[in-house]
Each structure stands twice: as C-alpha cells, then as structure tokens.
C-alpha cells in the first residue's frame, strides 16, 4: 500500500535550517509528484511548493522562494524539504503529499507531518 | 495569487442534518477544485477532487458541485465520524486553501 513516512518531531533556533524527510514506498517512485504543506499551530494549511521526482525539477511558493529547497533520493524513494533562515513564524507541521496527477490535480497520500519547532 | 473564501467559518449541526460549505475563489478556477477533512492530529484527508469527483472509499453522503468561481461541499446526512475541519482548495494554478470550516455535532 501507498505510504509516506515522514522524520521525527525537529526544535531548531531561530535563523537555522531544519531538513525534513518522506520516505515514500508502495508505488512507482518517479512517477508521481510530491508536494509539501505546512500548518501552524491553530491555524489553516499554507502550500510551500512540488518536486517532480523523476527529474528533480520544483516550484516553489512565491513567499518561500529563496529559503525553501526540495529534492529527492532516487535511490531510496525519498523526497527531501530543507528550509532555512528559520524564524518562530516557521513552527508549523510540515507535511509531504502525493500528487494524484493526470488530469486531475490533488493530493490522495499524505504523510503524518513533522513537527518543526522554531525557538531560542 | 489566487485567494479562496470558505464560509461559514463553524458551524454546529445535528446528526442526520444536511450540511453545505461554500468555497469561491478570487478568479476562475474552471472545476480544478478539491475538497479535504482533518481531524485534529491528523492529516488532510481528500474527500473531493476536479469539484465533483468522490474519492475512492470516501462515503457518499459526500459531494460536491460548482465550477468557476463558486463552490459547494455537501454532507446529505450528518455522522458522529464528520466532526471534522474542511478545506476548500484550488489546484488551477500552484495550490492555494481556503481558510477551513470548522464542523461540530449538536
């Protein structure tokens, strides 16, 4: 079955950066789009950008161009989101998603989120 | 960037109730819209992607409508498990979410 497998909870200070992973397994690795979303504690979802596995290639964000990186491990089906100059305004749950693609445009799996808390 | 509008922000309904929530978007998005339910803890959930379509294993007291501007997510009979958050998003141009309705039972 689909799984995305996403690392474990991260505490960094403000203006470090912070990696998140999503070990993906069940499907076709390349074949499938994979977003990431953020959530702040009590608040809505914010989109942050999509990577395409097969050839690495991203967008991103409007407003997280320049600290927001994206890539993949082709080796192990594991996508990777590193954002940097972290400020408290970044604590949020960070989640991959699996575009469904085709036609449509959603996202069908989802990982469990990573807590990234951001604090001197 | 393209700006969604989810109303109500909450509401509060009774077991068997029919629900609605609307969603519309700043411009057209043609039917690129999809519908999630979060649980606390938990991640988004898709319940309806392209406006309309239900997803797989998602029960049918679910659907949605709309295409362009205005959109609408239905319960046809509200169940103790749809306590939930809602969230409209559009899929035309990147991705963007509406703010969430919370959905509580009397």
């Known amino acids: 079955q689909v799984q995305l497998v996403q690392s474990g909870a991260e505490v960094k200070k403000p203006g470090a950066s912070v990696k998140v992973s999503c070990k993906t397994s069940g499907y076709t690795f390349s074949n499938f789009y994979i977003h990431w979303v953020r959530q702040a504690p009590g608040q809505g979802l914010e989109w942050l950008g999509i990577?395409?596995?097969?050839?690495?290639?991203?967008n991103y964000a409007q407003r997280f161009q320049g600290r927001v990186t994206m890539s993949r491990d082709t080796s192990t089906s594991t996508v990777y989101m590193e954002l940097s100059s972290l400020r408290s305004g970044d604590t949020a749950v960070y989640y991959c998603a699996r575009d469904i693609m085709g036609l449509d445009r959603a996202e069908d799996y989802w990982g469990q989120g990573t807590l990234v808390t951001v604090s001197s | 960037d393209i700006q969604m509008t989810q109303s109500p922000p909450s509401l509060s309904a009774s077991i068997g109730d029919r629900v609605t929530i609307t969603c519309r978007a700043s411009q057209s998005i043609n039917v690129y819209l999809n519908w999630y339910q979060q649980k606390p803890g938990k991640a988004p959930k898709l319940l309806i992607y392209?406006?309309?379509r239900l997803q797989s294993g998602v029960p049918s007291r679910f659907s949605g409508r709309g295409s362009g501007t205005d959109f609408t997510l239905t319960i046809s009979s509200l169940q103790p498990e749809d306590s939930a958050t809602y969230y409209c998003?559009?899929?035309?141009?990147?991705?963007?979410f509406g703010q969430g309705t919370r959905v509580e039972i009397k």
């Open positions: 392209s406006a309309s």
């Open positions: 998003q559009q899929s035309d141009t990147t991705r963007t």
């Open positions: 990577l395409n596995p097969s050839g690495g290639q991203t």
